[in-house]
């Protein structure tokens, strides 16, 4: 059973370029969510996506999108990148949505906005 | 507003004796509540969590506490190791639909030998 692998594991990018990160469920989970984890603070939410569709989304404006596809693995987009989009970005899946599934993170991919 | 606070960046405890790490939280519409050890370098892992109808929850060495009218909750670790050195991190969901975990800011634990 292999677990949450996201790529890549670090990026640098310019400001105002797009960037598109990656993340490969762990098998048999149907749900991904993306969480974002700046320097100091705690990961907060993007979004979550459930059999392809979005099922929730955080107070992350619209530059900030995501795919599900059916092999339930992810996408992140993010448009016109900002210096403050530096962070680490995670993928977590679980299987189902609700409060006491256990989601399983991935290692992150870190992303630096020059 | 930081509605999960973990009030203390670090906490340094000797191998052996008991690490506590606590947690407060302002939004009652929190119902499930979980903790989560991050090595540098990998993903949040899940370690133990707890539902609001129980005001104790029980793992090995790790036992979480809650306390529903403080909107409190504090992991201990008993007896604390080497291994355990990390960073926590207390989540909470809200409702039984819900589907996004909120997170504190974390606390780094080291446990010298």
């Known amino acids: 059973e292999t677990g949450v692998t996201q790529s890549p594991t670090h990026l640098i990018k310019t400001r105002g370029q797009q960037v598109t990160l990656r993340c490969s469920s762990q098998s048999g989970h149907n749900t991904v969510s993306w969480y974002q984890q700046a320097l100091g603070q705690g990961p907060q939410f993007i979004f979550q996506?459930?059999?392809?569709?979005?099922?929730g989304r955080g107070n992350f404006p619209p530059r900030f999108s995501g795919l599900q596809f059916p092999n339930y693995s992810s996408e992140l987009n993010v448009n016109a990148l900002e210096l403050d989009d530096s962070a680490l970005y995670l993928c977590?899946?679980?299987?189902?949505?609700?409060?006491?599934?256990?989601?399983?993170f991935g290692q992150g991919t870190r992303l630096t906005v020059v | 507003d930081q509605q999960v606070k973990q009030n203390s960046p670090s906490l340094s405890v000797q191998e052996g004796r008991i690490s506590i790490l606590n947690c407060d939280y302002t939004n009652s519409m929190f119902d499930y509540f979980l903790w989560y050890k991050k090595y540098p370098a990998e993903g949040p892992t899940f370690l133990i969590s707890?539902?609001?109808?129980?005001d104790k929850n029980e793992d090995g060495r790790f036992t979480v506490f809650l306390n529903k009218s403080a909107k409190h909750l504090s992991l201990h670790i008993v007896p604390s190791q080497p291994g355990d050195s990390a960073v926590y991190f207390c989540?909470?969901?809200?409702?039984?639909?819900?589907?996004?975990?909120?997170f504190g800011k974390g606390t780094k634990l080291s446990v010298i030998p």
């Open positions: 996506y459930y059999r392809e569709e979005e099922n």
């Open positions: 977590a899946s679980s299987l189902g949505t609700g409060h006491n599934t256990e989601a399983f």
């Open positions: 989540a909470a969901y809200s409702g039984a639909g819900s589907y996004q975990l909120t």
């Open positions: 707890i539902s609001s109808i129980k």
